[in-house]
């Protein structure tokens, strides 16, 4: 299995508060996202990331916020949480070439009361 | 733009019979597409993937899928279910120059006893 850990791995937070979600890897790889998965929407990639302080966008990227400092760690913050950014929340890896699949961690539960 | 459609959201079978998963795909390059299956409470794990080699794709827990450019299509098999394959499934699409994932929205199977 990939080296992928997400913390914490379920968190409880209320409507308005700051929260973090923490992606580390110890696989080296260039290429970290995150996605959020909802019933019915499949997955959903918010920020990605191409190299340390490189990152871009997804299609659901609105109220969140990304840094990488370092090659294994990729953060994901929600400024000001809302009810509607209850989720569960994975991170994925990818030492991107064509054919090259993602490796996803073991996700993060969120809830926004 | 690249975009996958997966036909059912919930898929149920009996044990020891076909199993018969679709994906259709919209992509305007050469595509790589990917199976993916999570488990309860799990993240998301490779089942297999189409990387132009060979249309017809095996992949693990006696899986496969084959590529039909004509139709546009890259379904999922496997001969005879079992409890185990008990999961939601994943198809993504990669097109060729693009470091980005998408997803359809899942389906989910069911094996009957």
């Known amino acids: 299995d990939a080296g992928i850990t997400q913390s914490p791995r379920h968190k409880v937070t209320e409507t308005g508060t700051p929260v973090t979600l923490r992606c580390h890897q110890t696989?080296?790889?260039?290429?970290m996202y995150w996605y959020r998965q909802d019933p019915g929407h499949g997955l959903r990639l918010i920020h990605y990331?191409?190299?340390?302080?490189?990152?871009d966008k997804g299609e659901v990227s609105d109220g969140y916020s990304v840094s990488r400092s370092k090659t294994e760690d990729f953060l994901l913050t929600l400024e000001s949480a809302t009810s509607s950014q209850t989720s569960v929340y994975f991170c994925?890896?990818?030492?991107?070439?064509?054919?090259?699949?993602?490796?996803f961690g073991p996700g993060t539960r969120l809830t926004v009361l | 733009a690249q975009s996958v459609t997966q036909l059912g959201s919930h898929v149920s079978v009996s044990e020891g019979a076909l199993v018969l998963l679709r994906c259709n795909y919209s992509?305007?390059?050469?595509?790589?597409l990917f199976w993916y299956v999570q488990y309860p409470n799990q993240g998301l794990q490779l089942l297999l993937k189409?990387?132009?080699?060979?249309?017809l794709v095996k992949g693990i827990n006696g899986f496969e899928a084959e590529f039909k450019k004509s139709e546009t299509s890259f379904h999922l098999t496997k001969p005879s279910a079992h409890m185990s394959d008990a999961a939601e499934y994943f198809c993504?699409?990669?097109?060729?120059?693009?470091?980005?994932?998408?997803f359809g929205t899942g389906t989910r199977l069911t094996i009957i006893p």
């Open positions: 994925a890896i990818s030492e991107f070439q064509n054919d090259n699949e993602q490796f």
């Open positions: 993504a699409v990669r097109e060729f120059g693009n470091e980005k994932l998408t």
């Open positions: 992509s305007s390059v050469p595509p790589y």
């Open positions: 990331s191409y190299g340390v302080k490189d990152t």
């Open positions: 696989e080296n790889h260039r290429y």
């Open positions: 189409y990387t132009s080699a060979a249309t």
